[in-house]
């Protein structure tokens, strides 16, 4: 093999498929970047088992140069030294020669590195998908709904199949649900598909979905997603990612979002964040991290937390609207931070059914998003 690459595309396709390599694995080829040179250009391949990013550095884009390929062929080279070393080099051109014994030389400007690589025959495959369910969506659509729903995954392997997101469609709606059976989030989009595309109960690990909006553009191009029956595949541009699925039956969240509420508040995101965070910091120092939440006759709330080592906070928040019973509620101050931040309107309606029973958060301007919390029991 023998190529010559410009330094910052290089650089870049490394940073992407080196989020899919592993660093807990007794496999030695896994460690490893598979770079192959073909007429196509430059396709550079990582894999953990789980995740599999593909990048191709194509000849030329958009009349801008890439990757000149003097002589096609492949190699495997360890991800941590080779993407220190392109990160590195002077030049913005590097030349990458490789010899029959697999060593390979790269050089840039006056500097020359030689390290040995690994024979690419022994790099497992990527998985074949049948391409008959695949829908569209736009980058930037799909990193926020990611966003707004991966933080309330579970982190705990005790229910494996809740550290993932579960993603379903039916009638053109992409639906997005996480839960770690205390709190819940759930994000819904209008897709391209064909109408008689439906599936449900594909649940995509958590850590893929997080390493997929670190590798997603910013921009409204249309991302292909593949799904199978253990496998996942995103089309980008010029990458490709690959996760497999979680294996097991997702929750049937629907039955634990209450139909009705006996009290609704409906604020200012920004004000009721700023003051639950507020109230987090006594909370967090006294480890219990818990706030309470308590309307009151001339309809305005009060938002208190106590530490008793600490000292204790009060603020009134006054909503734009309230209706329905009184009410005193105490919850996680982390979990409500977490579904304020990803809420992306100004104001939400808070939906209460008593003391003891899971509340919703809705955007007032939109029904896409949906968050649910349980509350805490304090005696």
């Known amino acids: 093999m023998h190529i010559t690459v410009q330094r910052d595309k290089l650089s870049n396709a490394v940073s992407h498929v080196s989020k899919a390599v592993s660093s807990r ?16 250009g430059l396709t550079l391949t990582a894999s953990d088992s789980d995740v599999s990013i593909e990048v191709l550095i194509p000849k030329e884009e958009a009349e801008e140069w890439g990757v000149t390929v003097h002589q096609p062929g492949s190699i495997v080279l360890t991800s941590r030294i080779f993407s220190e070393i392109v990160r590195k080099l002077p ?9 029959e014994r697999l060593v390979t030389q790269i050089r840039s400007g ?10 690419a025959a022994e790099f497992p495959q990527l998985p074949q998908l049948e391409e008959d369910k695949v829908f569209s969506v736009p980058s930037d659509l799909l990193k926020s709904m990611i966003r707004q729903t991966g933080f309330a995954v579970s982190t705990s392997e005790m229910r494996p199949i809740l550290t993932g997101l579960m993603w379903s469609l039916d009638g053109g709606q992409l639906k997005f649900v996480a839960t770690d059976s205390h709190r819940l ?14 599936f449900t109960n594909v649940v995509v690990p958590g850590k893929s979905c997080n390493e997929l909006v670190k590798i997603l553009d910013e921009d409204q191009n249309p991302v292909d ?33 209450p139909p009705s509420s006996k009290t609704e508040v409906t604020v200012s995101t920004k004000e009721f964040l700023q003051s639950i965070e507020r109230a987090s910091l006594l909370s967090r120092e006294g480890k219990s991290n818990v706030v309470r939440l308590v309307t009151l006759p001339d309809g305005s709330v009060e938002i208190t937390s106590n530490a008793p080592e600490i000292g204790k906070v009060t603020e009134i928040v006054m909503p734009k609207a309230m ?3 009184e009410l005193k509620i105490s919850f996680n101050a982390k979990y409500m931070i977490d579904a304020l931040r990803s809420i992306d309107s100004s104001e939400i309606k808070a939906c209460f059914t008593g003391p003891m029973s899971p509340f919703v958060l809705r955007p007032t301007d939109h029904e896409w998003t949906l968050h ?8």
């Open 185 to 198: 989030a759930s994000r819904t989009a209008v897709v391209e598909c064909s109408d008689e595309l439906s």
């Open 225 to 257: 997603i593949v799904v199978s029956d253990n496998q996942i595949l995103v089309k980008s541009k010029h990458i490709l990612f690959y996760s497999r699925l979680l294996e097991g039956t997702y929750p049937d969240t629907t039955r634990i979002i």
């Open 323 to 325: 209706e329905g019973e």
């Open 110 to 119: 006056q500097a020359e590195f030689t390290i040995n690589g690994m024979d």
């Open 372 to 379: 649910l919390i349980l509350p805490v029991r304090t005696y």
């Open 25 to 40: 694995t007794t496999i030695p080829i896994l460690t490893g970047i598979k770079m192959k040179a073909d007429e196509e």
């Open 91 to 99: 030049n913005s051109e590097i030349h990458i020669q490789v010899d």
